[in-house]
């Protein structure tokens, strides 16, 4: 347990298409220093709680065709930070596994609840009050959300149980996102191997 618990659990990934250039680096056991950039910039807010309250660590530079919309860049940096999360974690010798977390922000109240499966699933209940925070549009809270847990493959329920304040709900999101992952990724010293029956994640 002791090499696992020193073993570095952090990866890069360039992504370059012809809508999108990413470059993303990602370390688990972090301290929450994020250096993130981005045409997108309610995205970069979420990320910057997203790694604080994880206490990861998150280095983006990504540039996109928002000329277009934020489709792309938003899809393509969830595509991205799920590939590094697998590929940091290796064959996830020791983890807990699983998490539940709830957050609030003032009146909004988020619930995130993961299992490092290698099973890619996302259960996502929200309604927003508005179409858009910033410029991003509310419902590429779910692409991003969805192609994170499809590259990571987790299985990722998000529960949004109410609220009124847009920017709040997703924020709440993104909070217990950061917390549950970082649960849920943390190592459990009476784990011996794989946290599955299975003997293989």
């Excluded at 002791?2 to 972090?30: C, H, W």
């Excluded at 997203?50 to 206490?55: A, E, L, S, Y």
């Excluded at 109410?162 to 190592?187: C, P, Q, W």
Aim: with cysteine; net charge negative; proline share 3%.
């Amino acid at each position: 347990m002791a090499e696992q618990e020193q073993r570095v659990r952090r990866a890069e990934v360039a992504r370059k298409t012809n809508e999108t250039d990413i470059r993303l680096a990602f370390e688990v056991d972090g301290t929450g220093v994020s250096e993130i950039e981005s045409d997108v910039p309610f995205l970069n807010h979420m990320l910057d709680l997203f790694t604080k309250h994880g206490q990861f660590n998150l280095k983006v530079d990504a540039r996109g065709d928002v000329e277009i919309d934020d489709h792309h860049t938003v899809e393509d940096i969830g595509i991205c930070l799920g590939q590094t999360l697998r590929e940091a974690l290796g064959d996830k010798r020791g983890i807990k596994r699983y998490a539940s977390v709830f957050v609030p922000m003032d009146e909004a109240l988020a619930q995130v609840i993961i299992d490092i499966s290698n099973r890619p699933h996302l259960e996502y209940r929200a309604e927003y009050p508005s179409a858009t925070v910033g410029s991003l549009t509310t419902e590429l809270v779910h692409e991003f959300l969805w192609k994170f847990a499809l590259e990571a493959r987790i299985t990722l329920h998000v529960i949004v149980h109410y609220g009124h304040n847009t920017h709040h709900m997703i924020e709440a999101v993104f909070k217990a996102l950061g917390r549950a992952l970082d649960e849920a990724t943390s190592i459990d010293p009476r784990v011996q191997g794989v946290p599955s029956t299975k003997g293989v994640l």
